[in-house]
């Protein structure tokens, strides 16, 4: 069978469904049993990755997106591939090609099983899939119309090529943000997160000097230039984790990416970083909500990995963390005490250990708690944004009332107000 002799996209991912349409399309095959499966087994892929149209199409686009090999790789990094490397994808190219012209409308009619030609026009039942936004889907079947009319293997590997300098190769080159977890077999693997909160910068009110601190380092460190760990930290809802989300859907196409990484996960740093200093991405390692009570010592690998190891730190890759906290480690009144009432020997050792994490990160940016006067503005501006139709100085009244009984003056609080009018009023204000 033809992908039998593929030389760099040899492993390929639903191999079991390659290998049977290859019987059919190649070998002859014609037990009905088999057709029903494999129809079933492409409808379901098409399903979960939300594709429509030639079903097979997408779903060679989505292996040769998703398959790292010697040539991907080198892509990803440069865009055009020379030497032997080329060579040997031109080979796979022509074998890949050739896959694509297959006709399942007249490969039906041959063995007498309408149903291989629902993959040629493929319905979804849904707009989308449970495993790809449309923005990723929509890439692909993009990919799968340009590879289907490629001319010749050499346009078809320019296409191939095209994809993967503009949006890299497999789960970094499609996702935008990451989580850590282990398998099974207990290795560290980042895998993705399907779904991301669709955050503007423009949709966070005020903060603005806070966002303009976080843009510049940002875009230094996506223009190769020098930038600096960041610690965003302040007063609840003020809108710290809403605009790390707001500059990963800023600057995704530019090549950024997030990994979001738990406190527990802190002794997985260094698997993390050597998975992704490699490849050709900005990524931002996410800490969340940082904080660190006294009997816990996580804060030490985190200390180790932003800075006073051996290896050099790759330029690739940066920390963000939110915090409610300054110095993110707890201390305790005692650490301050004269030292002979402290029963820590070297006690200003002890609070410059505590110190030296929240030191590491080079910037830092205040998130305060609006006054009333900001607080308004950031209500009547989420209100005019959705639609609600409600005299200012009510809007106002209520929005007021609001945030005594639920946590006082913060960007969340007036984002809750309004999904609560949203809930209950909107209904009345059309």
């Not at 601190?213 to 020098?226: D, H, Q, S, V």
Request: proline share 2%; net charge negative; aromatic share 10%.
């Amino acid at each position: 069978m033809k992908f039998e002799e593929l030389l760099l996209y040899r492993d390929l991912e639903h191999m079991d469904i390659v290998r049977d349409i290859s019987l059919f399309c190649e070998e002859g095959e014609k037990s009905p049993a088999l057709a029903s499966s494999v129809v079933s087994r492409m409808i379901n892929v098409a399903a979960e990755y939300g594709f429509s149209g030639n079903v097979w199409h997408c779903f060679l686009s989505l292996l040769l997106v998703d398959n790292k090999n010697s040539f991907s790789l080198a892509a990803e990094k440069r865009g055009e591939v020379q030497g032997t490397v080329y060579q040997a994808a031109l080979h796979d190219a022509r074998i890949l090609r050739e896959m694509f012209s297959w006709n399942f409308t007249a490969l039906g009619k041959k063995i007498a099983r309408d149903c291989f030609k629902m993959l040629e026009n493929y319905v979804p039942a849904l707009d989308d899939g449970v495993i790809f936004n449309r923005r990723i889907r929509d890439r692909i079947v993009d990919l799968s119309e340009k590879l289907s009319e490629a001319s010749d293997e050499i346009a078809f590997l320019k296409c191939m090529t095209d994809f993967y300098r503009d949006f890299g190769v497999g789960t970094f080159g499609l996702h935008k943000a990451f989580r850590v977890h282990h398998t099974i077999d207990d290795k560290v693997e980042i895998e993705p997160i399907a779904r991301v909160k669709h955050v503007k910068l423009s949709d966070i009110v005020g903060m603005e000097s806070q966002k303009q601190k976080l843009i510049e380092n940002t875009e230094a460190f996506l223009a190769g230039r020098p930038a600096n760990n960041v610690l965003l930290f302040g007063d609840a809802g003020t809108g710290k984790s809403s605009c790390i989300k707001g500059i990963l859907n800023q600057y995704f196409d530019d090549g950024l990416r997030v990994i979001e990484v738990y406190k527990h996960q802190f002794k997985d740093l260094n698997e993390v970083i050597s998975q992704v200093k490699s490849r050709n991405y900005k990524f931002i390692i996410y800490m969340d909500d940082l904080s660190f009570e006294d009997t816990e010592t996580e804060y030490k690998y985190l200390k180790a990995v932003i800075e006073g190891g051996l290896e050099k730190k790759p330029d690739n890759i940066l920390i963000y963390a939110t915090s409610n906290r300054r110095h993110l480690v707890h201390e305790n009144f005692s650490d301050k005490l004269d030292r002979r009432e402290n029963d820590d020997i070297h006690e200003s050792d002890t609070v410059q250990e505590k110190l030296s994490l929240s030191a590491r990160f080079g910037v830092t940016i205040y998130f305060g708690r609006p006054m009333k006067k900001e607080f308004d503005t950031i209500v009547k501006a989420l209100a005019e944004r959705n639609g609600i139709k409600m005299p200012e100085d009510q809007l106002l009244l209520e929005a007021n009332r609001w945030e005594l009984s639920h946590g006082g003056m913060s960007g969340r609080t007036a984002e809750q107000f309004i999904d609560y009018l949203l809930g209950t009023r909107l209904t009345d204000q059309a």
